[in-house]
């Protein structure tokens, strides 16, 4: 197994008054050649929003953009003519393909509403642009890991454009997970939103990311209560 960690401190930083943004890689006005993504996986985006602000109509094309809010809601408009809140637990797909606008605001006018923006490069381009959203419940997803979207085109989990997955878990202080490929030969992006976890005696603490690779699964246990996301991407 090989791996290279990427600390939360060295994250690149956007400040917009309303948008307060850290950048996993290089996006936006943040540049560093040696940050353009982990395999196919091209962003990673920590965002808080401010109430009632938020994105004004802006394009994207092909790109599969994953949505996980963390806190508060997220308002959501496209040129398809979807428009939905987006609240904690739920979890927006939109495949951009051809070509779709669309904005984003925070719901509140009080609450501030933090989520995760995820970009993955797809398996074609020229696809049918297409937005899909899907509740999970996370309450009990305790000392589990929780496959959210895949490449894969089932009822309990959304679909996205590539032989990826996005998956989410919570672990107990001591507890012990192991995390098995889904697909052959891909890298993993182990992300951590709160706590800390042990992988191979390094310490992955909060907003840490871990990139590994070059084996089909791999076991790590949480040094305090955490909760992790995880992003299954081809390398190439």
Excluded: C
């Amino acid at each position: 197994m090989k791996k290279i960690i990427h600390k939360s401190f060295e994250r690149g930083k956007t400040e917009l008054g309303w948008l307060h943004s850290l950048h996993s890689f290089s996006f936006g006005s943040y540049y560093d050649p040696d940050k353009m993504g982990f395999g196919l996986l091209r962003v990673l985006n920590d965002d808080t929003v401010e109430p009632g602000k938020g994105f004004g109509t802006h394009p994207h094309n092909n790109m599969e953009i994953i949505s996980i809010v963390l806190n508060g809601a997220l308002e959501h408009k496209d040129s398809m003519g979807s428009g939905s809140v987006i609240y904690k637990g739920d979890v927006q797909v939109m495949s951009a393909g051809t070509g779709i606008t669309h904005s984003e605001f925070n719901h509140s006018r009080t609450e501030l509403v933090q989520f995760l923006q995820i970009w993955i490069i797809p398996n074609k381009v020229g696809l049918k642009p297409r937005y899909d959203q899907k509740h999970f419940d996370i309450k009990d997803l305790r000392n589990k890991i929780m496959t959210v979207a895949s490449g894969e085109e089932t009822d309990s989990k959304m679909f996205i454009n590539q032989n990826a997955a996005i998956s989410i878990g919570s672990l107990e202080k001591g507890k012990v997970l192991r995390y098995n490929n889904i697909y052959n030969e891909n890298g993993i992006y182990l992300f951590v939103m709160e706590g800390s976890i042990n992988l191979d005696n390094e310490y992955i603490n909060e907003r840490d990311a871990v990139g590994i690779y070059d084996t089909d699964g791999f076991n790590f246990n949480a040094s305090s209560n955490t909760k992790f996301i995880i992003i299954e991407v081809p390398l190439k």
